[in-house]
């Protein structure tokens, strides 16, 4: 398996401007996972997927930001309009319903000018 | 001005020394913990995990100690090599939430020759 896939892998835009990450995660796995770090902030969940459907987004820091899983292969995040603010690196994780380990992909490295 | 960024701890050793990473939890509900490694540019990699039933796990080279009395998880890694060189999380589970996890701030290990 290729792991887990996102894209793009870095992403420059300018305030105001929507912005599109996409991840492909592991085929197979129940739960997907978006994730956001900064350096203030560290590492922060934002949302969670089981079996498509969303079940905690209490993370999702304002109404600017939104996803969506319309299938077990896809998911996306969506920041519209985004702000200097929401540049951070980006993650998608998955994990099997057998498996308590969550397996990251490599990131989106956002720049928001 | 710029903002200042989080300033990581930073743990120095000697090529082939032991290391011990320590982490401080404050959910005393949770009951599964893990250690993720992150080197410059990749995502998170899972290392070790531990439930709250166990107080020690041992891998290859790696072993988990956890103090649920004090709530204390300790990473620690045996003859320490160059390629150990890392960011190190120790992570929580939120709850009865698929297992999406509350990423602690991080360690820096730096290992010199």
């Known amino acids: 398996d290729a792991g887990v896939i996102q894209s793009p892998r870095h992403e420059v835009t300018e305030m105001g401007q929507e912005v599109t990450l996409r991840c492909k995660p592991i085929?197979?796995?129940?739960?997907l996972f978006w994730y956001r770090q900064t350096m203030m902030r560290g590492l922060e969940l934002l949302i969670y997927?089981?079996?498509?459907?969303?079940?905690?987004d209490s993370g999702m820091p304002e109404d600017r930001f939104s996803a969506k899983m319309p299938n077990a292969s896809f998911s996306t995040l969506k920041i519209q309009p985004s702000e200097p603010r929401d540049s951070a690196v980006y993650f998608c994780?998955?994990?099997?319903?057998?498996?308590?380990?969550?397996?990251f992909g490599p990131g989106t490295r956002l720049t928001v000018l | 001005g710029e903002s200042v960024g989080l300033h990581l701890p930073t743990l120095s050793v000697q090529e082939g020394d032991n290391s011990i990473i320590n982490c401080a939890y404050s959910n005393s509900a949770s009951d599964y913990f893990i250690w993720y490694k992150q080197e410059s540019g990749k995502g998170p990699q899972f290392i070790i995990d531990?439930?709250?039933?166990?107080d020690k796990r041992q891998g290859q080279r790696v072993t988990v100690l956890l103090n649920k009395t004090v709530k204390h998880l300790s990473l620690q890694i045996a003859a320490t090599q160059p390629g150990d060189s890392a960011v190190y999380f120790c992570a929580e589970s939120k709850g009865n939430s698929g297992y999406a996890l509350n990423f602690g701030k991080g360690t820096s290990l730096l290992v010199t020759p």
């Open positions: 531990i439930r709250s039933n166990m």
């Open positions: 997927f089981n079996n498509n459907v969303p079940i905690d």
């Open positions: 994780a998955s994990r099997s319903i057998q498996y308590n380990e969550q397996f």
């Open positions: 085929s197979g796995h129940d739960y």
